[in-house]
């Protein structure tokens, strides 16, 4: 070690100096999940134990998995266990039949267009929006087809519908569950990383009652003063219709204490494909 100084040193050169660089792009980011990981979490309040006003649960789907859907409607009719002021809504492209728990279908028409000419899940959002009335202080939530409603997700929407009236609200969203098929451990662990996201960077913005990150497109509560502006993102915005909504309105946003259970990809192509989709959408949004 005596003799270090007598080694030359190297000039690094300007590609290895631009890829040393490029991690600080990644503080604000690692910041903000170093932020939000540290939040307290408010204690559930004892004393909610039903919904103070009426909450529609909204599935959408395109109808290609008719048993999953009526599966899941199903467990949910169980969870909530006849709640009066809950409703149970399924959107598809496809006629289903045969909802359990007294499950609404609202088919969209084949022909259907809205004026932005919208496309793909936010064009069925759209017409659920505009052609199911909607009562006046209550609220819809969004989720997958494959969206699993909890008993923590419940108690949690009443404790933010006390605690933040008024306001859009989102929780945290797990994945690979049991039962629901083999899923490559690949697929799991990336979704463990949107996992981390939702505890971090999006826990902090909605703590601070900001969208400026975006949103998810499931486990997303809306009053229904801003559901009936419907979702008419027009092209630039049907593929990210979360991202575009999110920044889109200008509104309220809050930390939902509960959890929604989901699937991850069922393969690694199908993994690809959904982000590269993601990817491609929210770049529309940006760009537009």
Not at 103 to 119: F, K, L, Q, S
Not at 226 to 240: C, K, M, Q, V, Y
Request: aromatic share 8%; charged share 20%; with cysteine.
């Amino acid at each position: 070690y005596a003799n270090l100084h007598l080694v030359p040193k190297v000039a690094a050169s300007w590609p290895t100096a631009i890829l040393r660089s490029m991690g600080i792009f990644l503080l604000p980011d690692v910041c903000q999940h170093l932020i939000g990981f540290h939040l307290p979490f408010r204690r559930k309040l004892q004393a909610v134990t039903s919904s103070p006003v009426v909450v529609h649960y909204r599935w959408v789907t395109r109808g290609n998995n008719p048993q999953l859907t009526r599966r899941v409607i199903a467990a949910a009719a169980a969870t909530l266990g006849g709640d009066p002021l809950a409703r149970l809504e399924v959107v598809t492209d496809r006629p289903i039949g045969g909802l359990p728990g007294g499950a609404i279908e609202i088919v969209v028409p084949d022909g259907y267009a809205t004026p932005n000419g919208t496309r793909f899940k936010a064009r069925a959002l759209h017409w659920a929006a505009v052609s199911v009335p909607l009562e006046d202080g209550a609220y819809v939530l969004h989720l997958d087809e494959e969206s699993i409603v909890t008993p923590e997700l419940v108690g949690g929407i009443h404790e933010f519908l006390v605690r933040h009236p008024g306001r859009i609200g989102q929780g945290v969203i797990t994945y690979a569950r049991a039962g629901t098929g083999v899923q490559p451990l690949y697929c799991q662990m990336m979704d463990s990383m949107r996992v981390a996201d939702d505890h971090g960077r999006l826990r902090l913005q909605y703590s601070l009652g900001l969208g400026y990150a975006g949103a998810k497109g499931s486990f997303l509560l809306i009053p229904a003063a801003i559901e009936r502006l419907g979702f008419d993102a027009g092209p630039h915005g049907s593929i990210a219709e979360d991202a575009w909504f999110a920044l889109d309105h200008v509104a309220k946003f809050g930390w939902v204490n509960g959890t929604v259970r989901e699937q991850s990809p069922f393969s690694v192509a199908d993994l690809v494909r959904q982000r590269r989709r993601w990817a491609a959408g929210r770049m529309q949004v940006a760009l537009h």
